[in-house]
């Protein structure tokens, strides 16, 4: 006789208000779904941007927050904070992706990573190419940058859209593709676009990074502590000169890959506990400790890259990717920017540049024997994925805000939108005419 399955939330008591919150938790852990919910904090800021009443929406991220402590004062605007503080913490998921596919994922075979690390460099260095070629010495030369991001969430989603058509194989290929493009990304916002650097602010940066390893290799395992160190350290990093989300992403990086508890110490924890509370004579002091410490061994068991980013995606997700949306795609579209040399500059980049990358230094790769395509997927699948990869959205938008500002700023974003919306007609649109139909 079969036994029945039961999930591990079937163990808890259900209360009333189970019944709404479970079905909004299994909605938040659907990837795909936060690409939805960025479309739609993207389509509501385009709109509320181009009414009437568009300057009191763009107001909105003008208003200044301040934070002060003694002679020390921090004055920005929220649209600021949005950008340096909540996308601090997107930053620091991203580490944990690119340490996670590092350590355990694709990446960590380097003959396995030669095709993605080679797309990935295809599709950084001609998109930026095309962009350069187009604002050579014009005020837009500085965003050269902008076209070779590529938006997971957005990806993601398309792949979705295509369900059972897409190879394990080539959804695997887009993803670790895009967390090498992430890797380039990064380096990008670090080197080229760090204008001067406050040195001091910058020691105390690297103090609060290398005190991070240090804490954990003591033992010191109280999270709140290492919170604060992180925060301190971010706020060095954004009076240092270097852009405060590189934090996040080193703290990523730092978070290891290990339980502090193992299973089997784990199963030793649970057993004794469970013996102990079936025996008699125990005080409710002996109680609480027993149960206090299998707590903390359960919570131990997961590896701290594990827990903060499954509990940190659906925030990112839903949250904070939505907001810095809402702050930063709201921009008033005139037929003069569309044409403006930057805007198409961009587009181009993305639409162009980003598959044309991809397809030729994967066949440089396959073509010099260090690299394979993956089983099931042929080059016109890798064609199609290379126009997924041209949604630039998030990190676009983001490098944009660093390179340009005025009038060029806009004009890039409305050619971010452009690029990013063409490439995902065109590569979903390929992906459905190069990969069979799965037969049902």
Known sequence: MAQAHHSTEDLLPKEPI???????????HIEAASGVVLLTATVVALTL????????????????????LGGFQMDHSLQHWIN?????????????????????????????AVLPISAAIGGMVVPAGVYLALQWGEPGAR??????????????????????????????????????DDIGAILVIAIGYTESLNMIALGLGALGIAALPLMMKVGIRTQPL??????????????????????????????????????????TIVSKTRHFLMGDGWSSGQRYAMLRQMEQATRKSLSPLERHETDLHPWVGFLIMPVFALANAGVPVQLADILNPVAVATALGLFVGKPVGILLFSWLAVKAGIARLPEGVN?????????????????????????LSG??????????????????????????????????
């Not at 009191?56 to 200044?64: A, D, H, N, P, V």
């Not at 199609?384 to 630039?392: E, H, S, V």
């Open 84 to 112: 340096d503080g909540l996308m601090a913490i997107f930053f620091f998921v991203i580490g944990l992706e690119v340490k996670r596919e590092l350590v355990m994922g694709e990446l960590q075979d380097l003959r396995q």
């Open 379 to 403: 080059w016109g699948a890798i064609l199609g994925g290379g126009f997924l990869a041209g949604i630039g959205f998030t990190m676009a938008l983001f490098i944009s805000s660093l390179a």
């Open 226 to 267: 290492y919170y604060a160190v992180m925060v301190l350290t971010w706020l060095a990093f954004h009076e240092s000169g270097i852009h405060a989300t590189i934090a996040g992403v080193i703290f990523g990086l730092l978070m290891p890959t290990q339980s502090w508890i193992s299973e089997s110490r784990l199963e």
């Open 143 to 180: 965003g050269w940058g902008i076209p070779m991001a590529t938006d997971i969430a957005f990806v993601v989603g398309c792949l979705a859209v295509l369900g059972q058509r897409i190879p394990g194989s080539l959804r695997v290929l887009l993803l670790s593709l895009a967390i090498a």
């Open 49 to 68: 941007a181009n009414l009437p009443t568009a300057e009191s929406f763009l107001g909105i991220w003008k208003t200044r927050l301040s934070f002060g």
């Open 407 to 440: 009038d060029i700023l806009d004009a890039a974003k409305v050619g971010v939108m452009a690029g990013s919306a063409l490439s995902a007609v065109c590569g979903v649109t390929l992906l459905i005419v190069f990969l069979p139909k799965p037969s049902s």
């Open 18 to 28: 189970d019944s709404i919150v479970d079905p909004l938790k299994r909605f938040l």
